[in-house]
């Protein structure tokens, strides 16, 4: 059964919005730092954002201004809003849990990101 389902992706023009959701179950999302990572093809999965169980986030600085990470602790949810899409951040979009500073790591199956010129 998989751990963390993401949803949201899909196709959108350059300057558009798009908001992604990943879903966990309880016993994971709680104490986990959750992160939205991206990869292209030919190219390694790279960090987007990430925010701690008490709510810190941190951001790449490619998308820093434009991209915002929240967390639904009801929902067992973190969510990854991005504006002023650009091509260049068309890429599959992977959800990440991280417990206990890489004691246990969990990925989501991606959710893919077009964005249109």
């Known amino acids: 059964q998989a751990q963390l389902v993401e949803s949201g992706g899909g196709l959108v023009q350059a300057g558009g919005s798009l908001r992604l959701s990943c879903a966990a179950s309880?016993?994971?999302?709680?104490?986990?730092?959750m992160a939205w990572y991206r990869q292209t093809p030919g190219k390694q999965r790279e960090f987007v954002a990430s925010?701690?169980?008490?709510?810190?986030?941190t951001y790449a600085d490619s998308v820093k201004g434009r991209f915002t990470i929240s967390r639904d602790n009801a929902k067992n949810t973190v969510y990854l809003k991005m504006n002023s899409l650009k091509p260049e951040d068309a890429a599959v979009y992977y959800c990440?849990?991280?417990?206990?500073?890489?004691?246990?790591?969990?990925w989501g199956q991606g959710t893919r990101v077009t964005v249109s010129s």
């Open positions: 309880g016993s994971i999302f709680r104490p986990a730092s």
């Open positions: 925010i701690t169980s008490g709510g810190s986030t």
């Open positions: 990440n849990a991280n417990i206990g500073s890489g004691l246990m790591v969990y």
